[in-house]
């Protein structure tokens, strides 16, 4: 991999794990139109994920501090229950992450026809949203996990993990800022337990990629992950979520267009 490889993809990793627009539906759709034959490098996606992860601290350290602090109280409070909401909500692609693996895995096959019609699912979900008032709903524990299923539901490539589970909570009657901030919470106990797996099952490996890229990836990613959840955050603030439905479906479309044309 050479450096301006790991730029580029370090930036897409940071922009689209927050966005609503489905980065394994745009890898999907870009490999198969540029006719890329790409193999996964273990160490680089969990070195981009990773960073990522780290963004998200970054964002949300002051909450995620409290969470710890109220964790070792031992006390049931309501920090104590959002924990618990948000291990309820990790439950779901756990599940589907240790038992469905290869199946998964094998949709990752360039089927522009699914990518394209998961994309539109996504942009009706995102579409959704515009109609439902904001509320002060602050997500109880069947909402988080009825989220959880959409973020497992988000495995399939064109399906927005962040558009999925945000327009899940906003359409359940949430609070649009709390379910924003749940959402990317969340992420962080399945990113970071798929990397500790990979870390554990002896599957990285530096052989095929040296320190320049792996240090450019993680840093682009990092910074360009910041900016996204910054954005994201304002941006389903303001109720702008409509941007990107209309984006999703488009490329869906055009997908589908060119899977019948090709």
Known sequence: MQWFEAFILGIIQGLTEFLPVSSSGHLEIGKVILGMETT?????????????????????????????????KFEWNDDTKYIVKLLLSAIP????????KEQIEALFTGNLLLV??????????????????????????????????????????????????IATGILLGNNKEKTAKFSFLMVLLPIIGANLKDLISGNM??????????????????????????????????????????????????????????
């Not at 756990?94 to 469905?100: D, W």
């Not at 996204?228 to 589908?256: D, H, P, T």
Request: positive net charge.
């Open 205 to 262: 490996t530096t052989e095929s990629i040296s320190a320049l890229p792996l240090i450019i990836g993680f840093v682009v990613a990092f910074l360009s992950g910041l900016l996204a959840c910054k954005l994201m955050l304002e941006i389903v603030k303001r109720s702008k979520l409509i941007y990107f439905a209309i984006y999703c479906l488009v490329v869906g479309i055009v997908a589908i267009i060119f899977v019948m044309i090709k």
């Open 40 to 72: 996964e490098n273990i160490t680089f996606t969990v070195v981009v994920h990773g960073a990522t992860v780290l963004s998200t601290i970054v964002i949300f350290r002051n909450d995620i501090w409290l969470l710890i602090k109220a964790l070792f």
């Open 93 to 100: 692609v756990a599940f589907l992450g240790f038992l469905f």
């Open 116 to 165: 394209g019609s998961m994309l539109i699912i996504t942009s009706l979900l995102l579409g959704f949203t515009s109609f439902v008032k904001n509320k002060n709903k602050s997500i109880p524990f069947l909402d988080a996990i009825i989220i959880g299923v959409a973020q497992a539901f988000a495995v399939m490539p064109g399906i927005s993990r962040s558009g999925a589970t």
